[in-house]
């Protein structure tokens, strides 16, 4: 047998990053990566937990991602680590859309991923507030034809009114059988925050599934619709990442499928 035959690499095969993030490493991400430090997803280090992949529902969204010809949507898709995860299990990336009203993360998760040249979403660069859903608009082209919409982290960067009309918007480039996947913060008492980019709403379950009973009424389309309060810790946040949030911080699990 050969010395190398003999060497079993899977020992130091370490799937998790763990801890080794250290001070003298750590201050490189913050140059490209913390460029954008306005969100907690980014200042925290989120982009590198689970996010959809944690979802028992994940082989679903697969499923989905996977149908013949299925157009994938990311919405505020940041670093896109959204799509990369779908493109790692085999996704093709060219029906893939990411959408965000900044290019600069975007353009930063090539360097994150290390993918230019095999990564092919075409990128979207809107504000999805004020981008209409018409002929000549970046998302005409999508509307009543995207069968995954991503929004994680995202909508809750709204007010209601802001959501209300963000998720009739979604339903504009849905079709039956679409699935919407995400996940944000949330309160246990559901409640407006002013934070830099404007005023935002978390919800909790109840007010969740209050904000779709007026989408689905006034779009006359009917979800079904998951959503599950969970604690930050089941996304993989540290505790020591949650100490400036109140005490009644939760995370918000959705995953939403158009029946009619
Ligand atoms: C909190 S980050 C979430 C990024 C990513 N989805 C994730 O989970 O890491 C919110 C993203 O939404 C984008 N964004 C904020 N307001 C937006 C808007 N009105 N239209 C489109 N994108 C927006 C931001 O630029 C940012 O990349």
């Not at 660069?125 to 509307?143: H, N, R, V, Y």
Request: net charge negative; charged share 20%; glycine share 8%.
């Amino acid at each position: 047998m050969s010395a190398q035959a003999a060497i079993d690499c899977s020992v130091w095969y370490q799937p998790e990053i763990g801890n080794r993030l250290k001070p003298e490493t750590r201050f490189v991400f913050p140059r490209p990566g913390m460029a954008s430090r306005k969100y907690p997803c980014i200042g925290l280090w989120m982009f590198l937990l689970p996010g959809i992949a944690g979802f028992a529902e994940f082989p679903s969204v697969l499923e989905v991602a996977r149908r013949p010809h299925a157009n994938i949507l990311d919405l505020g898709c940041g670093l896109g680590q959204d799509l990369r995860l779908l493109a790692a299990h085999g996704v093709p990336t060219e029906r893939m859309w990411a959408l965000d009203i900044e290019a600069q993360l975007w353009n930063l998760g090539f360097e994150l991923f290390r993918d230019q040249g095999r990564m092919h979403a075409g990128f979207i660069q809107a504000d999805f507030q004020t981008t209409d859903l018409c002929d000549t608009s970046p998302l005409g082209a999508l509307t009543g034809k995207v069968d995954l919409i991503m929004a994680s982290q995202f909508l809750h960067l709204f007010d209601w009114e802001g959501q209300l009309a963000a998720s009739k918007k979604i339903v504009g480039l849905s079709k039956p059988g679409t699935m919407l996947v995400g996940f944000q913060q949330g309160r246990e008492q559901a409640r407006e925050y002013i934070r830099p980019w404007g005023m935002m709403f978390y919800h909790n379950r109840e007010s969740f599934l209050r904000l779709w009973e007026s989408v689905q009424k006034q779009t006359g389309t009917r979800w079904k619709i998951q959503v599950a309060a969970v604690p930050l810790q089941d996304w993989g946040m540290e505790d020591e990442d949650l100490t400036w949030m109140p005490e009644d911080r939760i995370g918000m699990n959705f995953l939403l499928t158009r029946e009619e």
